[in-house]
C-alpha cells in the first residue's frame, strides 16, 4: 500500500501507509444541496442513490499525493473534498488525521456505476494535516475552495466550507460501530456543488482546504488524456 507523508502545522510530519479507501457521497448536512448534486450528476446521466448517504469501499491503493493522473478519456474530473486518515498507533479520534482531498472520477462511467467509477481513478490527498482533535471545534469555520485550468486559465469551480457536508465525527461514530476504522484508513467526505457555468473536465485541478489563521492544506494536479487505445 502507499505510505503518504503530511507536515503538521505546527512543524514536524506524520506518515500513514493507507490500506483502506472509503469513500462517502451525498453527504451534505442541507438535503437542498444535497439533492443540487444528485442534479448535477443527473445532467451527466448518473442515476441517483437509493440511500443517502453513500459509502464507497476501495482499494487503499487510491488514496495517493502527486501532481498527475493519466485518465483514458475526457470525460474525468475531481471534487473537492477533506479526508479523515487513521494513522497507525491511534488511541482514540483524537489522533486521527483531516487533509485536503480531491476525488478524481471517471464520469463516462459513473453511468455505469458510481463505485466502478470511484474505484477506476485516485484520491488526492494533501500536503499538510491537522489532528483532528486539535481543530474539532473550528472545523466548520474552515474553507473548502476548488479550481479548474482550462486552457491556461484559472476558475473557481467550488467554494465553501465543512460546513456544508457531514462531520467527520458523523463519520467516526458510524465507522467505528462498523468497525471500518482500521489502521490506514482513509475516509473521503464526499463534496460540495460546483459553481454553474464552469468547465469541470479541466487541464488541472487544485483543491484548498484553510483554517482561519492561514494554515492551508493543498492538492494540486494536471489531467493527462491518454491516446486511443489501437484495436
Known sequence: MARLTFALPGG???????????????????SQQ???????????????PATIPTLYPLSGTLAVQGDDVQVPHGRTSGEAEWALLVPEGATSSDDYLVTAACDHTDRALEVHGVAWSKQSAPDFLGD????????????????????VTNDGVDELIQDGSPALLLSPDYWIERLGEAGLLRSGTVVMSGTIPMLP???????????????????????????EVLPEPWQ
Do not use: K
Request: net charge negative.
Open 128 to 147: 499538510l494535516a491537522w489532528r483532528w482533535g486539535d481543530v474539532r471545534d473550528a472545523f466548520d469555520s474552515f474553507t473548502l475552495r476548488a479550481w
Open 197 to 223: 457555468g464552469v468547465d469541470q473536465f479541466a487541464d488541472a485541478w487544485r483543491v484548498e482546504l484553510a483554517a482561519p489563521d492561514g494554515t492551508t492544506s493543498r492538492v494540486g494536479y494536471t489531467v
Open 34 to 48: 444535497v439533492q443540487h448534486h444528485i442534479d448535477e450528476l443527473a445532467e451527466l446521466g448518473v442515476p441517483g
Open 12 to 30: 514536524g510530519t506524520v506518515a500513514v501507509e493507507t490500506r483502506y479507501a472509503l469513500n462517502g457521497g451525498y453527504a451534505g448536512r442541507d
